[in-house]
């Protein structure tokens, strides 16, 4: 079984498309966590008209709702994790859309490819291409290349979860852990969901950015987020 655990913070207006892809997929074997971090929006509306249409398609789908204070979505991922059973792990953002065979793609990869702890895909946010591509440790500790939206097998999630003193980067943090683990993924060539704009990385720059304007407040972040990762992990 997969578990799908969605972190959600005041995107009650994102939520019910996230949903309403994972109920179409075409893979059935999974759970739905959604762990509400202290949204301040119309959630627990949207959360009741889903378990409503659940309900009413005969959705044989086990849903479970957590709400804690809010604490950051790697608190909530961890709270996720902590309520979950699945022998696979799938930590979703509230803000995407998945294609109908994105869960069966995902575990055929890793039932082909057991050497592999995760596997991951190519993803859209908005229009623009994240091809990602193949799985290397040196590209991994060269920079974050790894979208949070992997399927992870259970006994390979680290045993600290996410670290929830981690701010920005979250994802690469956490697939440096499991490198360091000896973890490795395998990368499926496929677009797989969509991100909207407006989300988790609502501040993505193209790459020259970094370079040519390092005064930009979304830069100097990024940069900030960069060393503290590096730092933790030994990086040069």
Request: charged share 25%; net charge positive.
């Amino acid at each position: 079984m997969i578990s799908i655990i969605i972190p959600i913070y005041n995107q009650a207006d994102k939520l019910s498309k996230c949903l309403d892809s994972i109920l179409a997929q075409t893979y059935k074997d999974y759970e739905v966590i959604i762990v509400n971090d202290g949204s301040m929006d119309n959630i627990k509306d949207v959360l009741e008209n889903q378990k409503s249409k659940i309900k009413n398609k005969n959705h044989n789908v086990k849903l479970k709702i957590v709400n804690q204070e809010n604490l950051g979505a790697p608190s909530a991922r961890n709270r996720g994790f902590e309520e979950s059973e699945g022998d696979f792990l799938f930590f979703c953002d509230a803000d995407a859309v998945l294609i109908p065979e994105a869960l069966e793609t995902m575990l055929g990869a890793l039932e082909s490819h057991p050497e592999a702890s995760f596997a991951y895909s190519s993803f859209l946010w908005g229009k623009k291409l994240f091809k990602v591509g193949p799985f290397s440790t040196e590209k991994l500790k060269a920079g974050p290349c790894i979208h949070t939206m992997s399927l992870i097998r259970r006994e390979a999630f680290p045993k600290g979860g996410w670290d929830e003193s981690i701010k920005k980067l979250q994802d690469w943090d956490l697939y440096l852990a499991m490198s360091e683990n000896g973890r490795k993924g395998f990368w499926i060539d496929k677009v797989l969901f969509k991100i909207k704009p407006g989300g988790t990385i609502s501040s993505w720059l193209p790459s020259f950015a970094y370079k040519l304007l390092p005064f930009l407040p979304t830069v100097k972040k990024y940069r900030e987020a960069v060393k503290i990762i590096k730092n933790k992990h030994n990086l040069p």
